[in-house]
């Protein structure tokens, strides 16, 4: 049987949220990144600085389905296996990889 909807009466503060990096910019200034390598970095990657938006999403996401009453295991499970697959698309397409402990390392 499928879960009743209670309501749309959901609002989270996004700082409740336990990942401190939020954008591709907090993510390179933690990797040491300079205001001026950033910008660089980011004009010159158009496409890496979309998976990694892509990649902080999802992780973002995951963190709140494990964290909601009433739903299924198996949707925090599959946001982490598309985070594993957005993670092995950045390194085999772009030979970039994503620092996954740096993000848990600015988590909680």
Not at 42 to 58: K, P
Not at 74 to 87: A, D, E, F, T, V
Request: hydrophobic share 30%.
């Amino acid at each position: 049987m499928i879960r009743s909807y209670i309501g749309d009466g959901i609002k989270i503060d996004g700082r409740m949220i336990g990942y401190r990096i939020v954008t591709v910019s907090d993510y390179l200034e933690m990797k040491g990144l300079s205001d001026e390598e950033i910008e660089k970095f980011s004009d010159d990657n158009d496409e890496i600085c979309e998976l990694i938006t892509q990649i902080i999403a999802v992780k973002h996401s995951c963190w709140l389905l494990r964290r909601t009453s009433h739903s299924c295991g198996s949707l925090s499970n599959g946001m982490y296996q598309l985070k594993l697959k957005l993670i092995n698309e950045l390194k085999e397409k772009y030979e970039y990889d994503f620092d996954d402990e740096l993000m848990e390392e600015y988590c909680e």
